[in-house]
């Protein structure tokens, strides 16, 4: 066994988990008991949303210290079940490293969800929270217009700008720009309405909770982190309308 290898392999399953959105805590569990079923004698971890810095001994005395840049990913939910089940299907078999490497890539090259759902989701989000908050049938259907567009730009940046801050000022400023130029085109009546729902398509309300529920499992660090990157999203959010309603309002 080639114990460099195996802790690459296993840090390979913790970073995909972190970027698909589980917590930290998740993550050191994962991997101490990957590494444990291992024989290794002791793993000390340092985890946090942007990196993993793992220190393990193996029962030959051999010590192998390995440290992980995590980028920013999307949540996947789906990808995080089965690495999940691939942790513990390492617990019990403790696969080689050949074996595991495979099971890994058959995980990661799993189809992502249809596109098509993304951009329903968007639509019954955006014409839904535009009718929550007091808009018309009209003004939801300019909402999911909205919305759609948005979905195709967003997907677009995903491709070429790594950047969260800029991705979320760029396009709430196209809601806000899109919702008022539909409603002075008489395809909405309440352009506020409007730019709501569709805003509530950026709103990373799942990234404040993951933050406190790590904060909660006393991982005040990554809790931290998370929070602040969600404000710095909503601070993105709010410079982007405002830009839009600044220049609607000289026109």
């Not at 101490?32 to 793993?43: D, I, L, V």
């Not at 990913?73 to 691939?86: Q, S, T, V």
């Not at 969800?113 to 939801?140: E, N, P, Q, R, S």
């Amino acid at each position: 066994m080639n114990e460099e290898i195996i802790l690459k392999e296993i840090i390979d399953v913790g970073q995909a988990m972190l970027e698909c959105g589980a917590e930290v805590s998740r993550c050191e569990d994962s991997i101490k008991r990957m590494c444990r079923a291992y024989n290794a004698r002791s793993c000390d971890l340092f985890v946090l949303t942007s990196c993993i810095m793992a220190t393990v001994q193996w029962q030959n005395g051999k010590m192998t210290t390995q440290i992980r840049n995590v980028r920013a990913g999307a949540n996947d939910f789906d990808k995080l079940d089965y690495l999940n089940d691939l942790s513990r299907y390492v617990v019990r078999n403790r696969p080689s490293e050949e074996d595991l490497a495979v099971k890994f890539q058959d995980v990661m090259s799993r189809e992502s969800t249809g596109k098509w759902k993304f951009y329903i989701g968007a639509l019954l989000i955006g014409a839904g929270f535009c009718v929550f908050y007091g808009g018309t049938m009209l003004d939801a259907a300019a909402a999911g217009a909205v919305a759609l567009i948005v979905m195709a730009v967003s997907r677009m940046l995903q491709r070429l700008e790594d950047n969260g801050f800029i991705k979320d000022f760029v396009l709430s400023f196209l809601i806000g720009f899109l919702s008022a130029s539909l409603t002075r085109l008489g395809l909405g009546t309440h352009s506020s309405a409007v730019t709501i729902g569709c805003i509530m398509l950026l709103i990373s309300g799942l990234g404040v909770t993951n933050g406190i529920r790590d904060v909660l499992h006393r991982d005040i660090m990554s809790g931290f982190l998370r929070v602040t990157n969600a404000c710095l999203g909503a601070a993105a959010i709010a410079c982007g309308i405002m830009l839009a309603m600044m220049l609607f309002r000289r026109v």
